[in-house]
């Protein structure tokens, strides 16, 4: 008896369907690792940096409850997600204000909260009482200082604001932060007719020039003479200095 053997296909085509199959689950897989997850750690990225902006925001409220309503002790808690709260003191900021009437000359350097986020290059700062985002050579002021010129009587108030540590303090993660008020000075009170400078000095490192020339030149409605030279004319000036102390972060 002879017996014809036949080629059986259908093993073939299953294994063919198979291949294009699995080949078609890869090729979504890698579109996703190459365009979504990047995209979605964009976004969170994009979520770390808007709640520190809001975090600052707390901690500039905090200030103000410490220096204007003789508040002795504020706390706060905060997540840092995406990046590192550090304090910079006084003596390590490179940026200074510098205040002249007359033949009276005050030169203050601020001190700093400094945000650095770890996948952008922004960065969000609590400088003078200012919040301040600087991001691809610019900067923007996210809340203005407590500064003011009153019109009816011709009076510029400039507060400063010193932020100093006990230690080096830098936090990525839970934590809280604590300050507290630890003095104030008066160092100007004039009165006459007053030709007032300021000039901010910036740390070409992290410069928040375009923050402070907006505010000063659009809210305070001084005016620019120079790079980061700003004038206005006034009946009274007061130039008081409030003194905090971050006890942690």
């Known amino acids: 008896?002879?017996?014809?053997a036949g080629n059986n296909e259908e093993a073939v085509s299953e294994a063919i369907g198979f291949i294009i199959i699995f080949g078609l689950v890869?090729?979504?897989?890698?579109?996703?690792?190459?365009?979504?997850?990047?995209m979605l750690m964009q976004q969170q990225s994009n979520a770390d940096v808007r709640n520190?902006?809001?975090?600052?925001?707390?901690?500039?409220?905090?200030i103000k409850s410490l220096c204007y309503k003789n508040v002795p002790y504020k706390e706060t808690s905060m997540q840092v997600s995406g990046g590192s709260l550090a304090v910079v003191n006084t003596s390590g900021t490179a940026q200074r204000f510098t205040i002249t009437e007359g033949g009276d000359t005050e030169t203050f350097p601020p001190g700093m909260l400094l945000y650095d986020s770890d996948n952008q290059d922004a960065t969000i700062a609590l400088e003078n009482g200012a919040v301040i985002r600087a991001q691809a050579g610019g900067s923007?002021?996210?809340?203005?200082?407590?500064?003011?010129?009153d019109d009816a009587s011709d009076t510029l108030v400039i507060n400063l604001i010193a932020l100093n540590?006990?230690?080096?303090?830098a936090r990525s993660g839970m934590g809280g932060v604590r300050l507290k008020l630890n003095g104030t000075e008066t160092l100007m009170d004039k009165s006459?007719?007053?030709?007032?400078?300021?000039v901010y000095t910036p740390d070409p490192a992290s410069?928040?020039?375009?923050?402070?020339?907006?505010?000063?030149?659009?809210?305070?409605?001084?005016?620019?003479?120079?790079?980061?030279?700003?004038t206005i004319s006034a009946d009274r000036l007061i130039v008081k200095k409030y003194d905090i102390l971050v006890?942690?972060?």
């Open 192 to 198: 006459g007719t007053l030709n007032v400078q300021v």
């Open 52 to 62: 520190m902006e809001q975090t600052m925001v707390v901690l500039q409220n905090d």
């Open 165 to 169: 540590s006990t230690g080096t303090m």
């Open 1 to 4: 008896m002879k017996i014809s």
């Open 26 to 38: 890869l090729t979504g897989i890698a579109l996703i690792t190459l365009y979504g997850y990047p």
């Open 247 to 249: 006890l942690s972060v």
């Open 207 to 230: 410069s928040f020039s375009k923050a402070w020339e907006n505010y000063l030149t659009g809210s305070l409605g001084m005016s620019k003479t120079a790079p980061d030279t700003y």
């Open 140 to 149: 923007s002021m996210l809340a203005e200082p407590r500064w003011y010129f």
